[in-house]
């Protein structure tokens, strides 16, 4: 494709990076740390946040986040570990019952994996899918309440706003994916930013949200909340960016989706940071 051009200074919260062959089998589209590269320099994003895929069974997320640690050196990516947890995230009430007895497993993110991968300058920030990977206990939802680093999360049908903000919201910034909505679900995605006006920790990722009324919405209402996000490598960045681009809204407002509110949230991804 080719290179974009535009004025505007972009970083991306929300691209994967698999490690191995394991995971793109697992996930999906297989791509380089090197062609992520270079389809984000032809979208103009000059950083990105990046996290391994889903493992499939009971595996522990250490060792492909150890991996994408060390693609990312030297790269312009930052690495954001991901964790799980034993807990159903979908709110019945059958999982509510199954949840006062779950316990961690040994392939489960525990409070002193939470408090490594805060003190490892590689990484700046966590990754959470819960409809895939369960929701961490109590414990280790507190340690990373002390930690306070940023946690990107996967919404959906599986794991609504409303569970989001049940379970997580107050305790540390949430980068919620793609409005909440993921795939095309325009009520939870309205529901998300109606969660904007009483959730100051609460920030939405723009990754797959195709309606352009919806991100007009969120922008006029909170400029201040909506990170640019452009699902990569399931999507190509160019197509994130000229969505946000043809957007009815403001230059200010484009560049704070762009990259200002980000570097709020993602200290690393400031301008002059490396």
Same mark, same amino acid.
């Given at each position: 494709?080719? !290179?974009? !051009?535009?004025?505007?200074?972009?970083?991306?919260?929300? =691209?994967?990076?698999?490690?191995?062959?394991? /995971?793109? =089998? =697992?996930?999906?589209?297989?791509?380089?740390?090197?062609?992520?590269?270079?389809?984000?320099?032809?979208?103009?994003?000059?950083?990105?946040?990046?996290?391994?895929?889903?493992?499939?069974?009971?595996?522990?997320?250490?060792?492909?986040?150890?991996?994408?640690?060390?693609?990312?050196? %030297?790269?312009?990516?930052?690495?954001?570990?991901?964790?799980?947890?034993?807990?159903?995230?979908?709110?019945?009430?059958?999982?509510?019952?199954?949840?006062?007895?779950?316990?961690?497993?040994?392939?489960h993110?525990?409070?002193?994996?939470?408090?490594?991968?805060?003190y490892?300058?590689?990484?700046?920030?966590?990754?959470?899918?819960?409809?895939?990977?369960?929701?961490?206990? #109590? !414990?280790?939802?507190?340690?990373?309440?002390?930690?306070?680093?940023?946690?990107?999360?996967?919404?959906?049908? #599986?794991?609504?706003?409303s569970?989001?903000? @049940?379970?997580?919201?107050?305790?540390?910034?949430?980068?919620?994916? /793609?409005?909440?909505?993921?795939?095309l679900?325009?009520?939870?995605? %309205?529901?998300?930013?109606d969660?904007?006006? %009483?959730?100051?920790?609460?920030?939405?990722?723009?990754?797959?949200?195709?309606?352009?009324?919806?991100?007009?919405?969120?922008?006029?209402?909170?400029?201040?909340?909506?990170?640019?996000?452009?699902?990569?490598? @399931?999507?190509?960045?160019n197509?994130?960016?000229?969505?946000?681009?043809?957007? %009815?809204?403001? @230059?200010? =407002?484009?560049?704070?989706?762009?990259?200002?509110?980000?570097?709020?949230?993602?200290?690393?991804?400031?301008?002059?940071?490396?």
């Amino acid at each position: 494709m080719l !290179e974009l !051009e535009h004025g505007f200074r972009v970083v991306d919260v929300n =691209a994967r990076l698999d490690p191995d062959e394991r /995971s793109v =089998a =697992a996930r999906g589209r297989e791509i380089s740390p090197e062609r992520l590269e270079r389809e984000l320099h032809q979208a103009g994003v000059v950083r990105a946040v990046v996290s391994p895929g889903t493992r499939r069974g009971e595996e522990s997320y250490l060792r492909p986040n150890n991996a994408v640690a060390r693609m990312s050196v %030297d790269r312009p990516f930052l690495a954001f570990a991901r964790i799980n947890g034993p807990r159903d995230p979908s709110g019945r009430p059958s999982a509510r019952l199954r949840n006062f007895t779950s316990s961690r497993a040994a392939h489960h993110a525990d409070p002193d994996d939470i408090e490594q991968y805060a003190y490892d300058d590689r990484f700046h920030g966590f990754s959470l899918a819960p409809a895939v990977d369960g929701l961490p206990d #109590d !414990e280790t939802l507190a340690m990373l309440e002390d930690v306070g680093l940023p946690v990107f999360v996967e919404g959906g049908r #599986d794991f609504e706003p409303s569970a989001v903000a @049940e379970s997580l919201l107050g305790r540390f910034p949430v980068i919620l994916s /793609s409005f909440g909505g993921f795939p095309l679900d325009r009520e939870l995605m %309205d529901e998300a930013i109606d969660l904007l006006d %009483d959730h100051d920790g609460l920030y939405l990722d723009t990754s797959f949200v195709r309606y352009r009324s919806v991100l007009e919405r969120a922008l006029l209402e909170h400029p201040d909340r909506v990170l640019f996000g452009s699902g990569a490598p @399931e999507t190509h960045p160019n197509v994130g960016v000229m969505e946000i681009l043809t957007l %009815d809204v403001s @230059e200010d =407002a484009l560049a704070k989706a762009f990259s200002k509110n980000a570097a709020r949230v993602i200290e690393a991804l400031a301008p002059g940071e490396q």
